[in-house]
């Protein structure tokens, strides 16, 4: 994975994401934030007819000076919830030009700047093969460069087991918020269980798969090194050969799917080559 992953163009992309985000204006997921809950700053929602049993202290004057007719005002009260960002750091990741690493870094940053400028709270997180690494929750768009920091010199490492890394997260990680999952999930382990404990304890779950796109011209006699494992085997790789590949990623992605579809998560797939950008709007469009 190159050491420079948020370059100049990335960081002005990134300042400009808030003007994006903007015209998806309420979209439920505008800025990271679950509304309609404890806590929180108090919004004007509406004016409705006064009723019997109603405070007249919620009566606005004003309007029944105009219309000679008793209205209240309605108000919700708006809670950000904490977000927390999980991202795949294990040596699979590191393949594919760019790197599946660096649009899950990329986006993460994305997903973790569209919050702080909401004024949430955010906690990102490395995992591999059942370690988390915590970045410590924080507030304010100020301090992204310091996420950037974290994901940007945390190298990748060790093997996948995402159902490990889930369950440590759960086991650390009190109380509710958001989550967001960023992973190529190639784990040959049964994940899918660990996935629904993440669902039950957290409502608000998005899976970001990040696959590898495959270049037109891989066939013929290469040298393989296994990602995970770094041993190395020489190869030919035919038309057959590249269609497998293409049939289990797409069984991959049915698994998925289908997780998403029964337990009502967000899903979004994504190449290597897509931009980050993309990613956010999936998720603030629901397309996902």
Known sequence: ??????????????????????????????????????????????????????????????????????????????ERLPVYILVDNSRSMDFGGPSKAVLARRAACMFAYMALAAKGEVSVALFDGGTVRDFPPVTGPERIYEVMRFLENTPVREETDIARAVTAFLDKTKGRGVVLLVSDFLDERDFCGALARLRE??????????????????????????SETGEAMDAVVTEADASRYLVLEGALVKKLHDFAVTHKTSFIAASNTDPPIGIVKAYLTGQG
Do not use: C, H
């Open 1 to 78: 994975m190159p050491g420079k992953i948020f370059d100049d163009d990335f960081i002005r992309e990134l300042k400009l994401l808030p003007a994006f985000v903007s015209r998806f204006r309420g979209s439920k997921r505008e800025g990271l934030r679950v509304s309609k809950d404890r806590g929180g700053r108090v919004e004007f929602k509406d004016f409705r007819s006064f009723s019997e049993g109603d405070d007249f202290r919620s009566i606005d004057w004003n309007v029944y000076a105009r219309t000679e007719q008793l209205f209240v005002k309605e108000f919700t009260k708006d």
């Open 201 to 226: 304890r957290f409502k608000d779950l998005t899976l970001v798969f990040v696959s590898e796109k495959l270049p037109e011209d891989l066939r013929g006699a290469f040298q393989l090194f296994d």
